[in-house]
């Protein structure tokens, strides 16, 4: 069972560049959720959607921009790459955000390095 | 502004032992709790999600417990084995559902 599938695994981007995080689900999975892991901070979500068609920003969303292309898949887009940026983005799924009993499913990361 | 906070942030065993990790959160009014496990270089797995109305869940092994009105959560592993070491990751939803908060995370090592 593939899950949440993200791509690509590992990326070196210099100051300024731009490039897009793709994450895939095959769950049937309403809500996606971009994540971003740095040392010391734990994971902090970037942008959610709560179904196709709707983004909506997290804790951390400057310097992203995100899409909802249907409902499987959903990406992270980074215009102007800086070196704060460099971290471990997750992508996670649910079956229907605010449902209590629904747990997140989570892909196996993007390690993204900024130079 | 919920704050998860994970206590220890490292602890090494012998295997077979008994051990609790530990989970504290500021604000009451939450939607559920989940454990995950992450290991090095992977993703997360879910372990047991505890909805707010809901005292503990158990699976296998594990077993975690949910004192809302305390703010903390307790995740007890039964018989340790070299393969739990992993870290282990706290979090919960916010109120309106919208977001997992979440702890630094407890890294175990359990040694043969």
């Known amino acids: 069972n593939a899950g949440v599938t993200q791509t690509p695994k590992f990326q070196v981007l210099k100051t300024g560049q731009s490039m897009t995080l793709q994450c895939a689900q095959d769950m049937n999975h309403n809500s996606m959720y971009w994540y971003r892991q740095d040392p010391g901070m734990g994971l902090r979500l970037i942008y959610y959607s709560a179904s196709e068609g709707t983004t909506d920003k997290g804790e951390v969303p400057n310097g992203y921009n995100v899409s909802r292309l249907n409902k499987r898949e959903f990406s992270l887009r980074l215009e102007s790459a800086a070196p704060s940026q460099t971290s471990v983005y997750f992508c996670a799924s649910s079956e229907r955000l605010g449902y209590s009993n629904q747990p997140q499913h989570f892909g196996d990361g993007t390690r993204l390095s900024i130079l | 502004k919920q704050e998860v906070t994970q206590i220890p942030a490292a602890l090494s065993v012998p295997e077979g032992e008994n051990l609790v990790l530990n989970c504290s959160f500021t604000?009451?009014?939450?939607?559920?709790l989940q454990w995950f496990r992450q290991d090095p270089g992977k993703g997360l797995t879910s372990l047991l999600l505890?909805?707010?109305?809901?005292r503990e869940q158990t699976s296998g092994r594990l077993n975690a417990s949910l004192d809302k009105s305390s703010g903390r959560s307790t995740l007890y592993i039964a018989a340790s084995q070299p393969g739990d070491s992993a870290t282990y990751l706290c979090?919960?939803?916010?109120?309106?559902?919208?977001?997992?908060?979440f702890g630094k995370g407890t890294t175990l090592s359990v040694s043969s």
């Open positions: 604000d009451s009014a939450i939607y559920n």
């Open positions: 979090a919960v939803t916010n109120q309106a559902g919208t977001a997992l908060i």
């Open positions: 505890i909805q707010s109305s809901q």
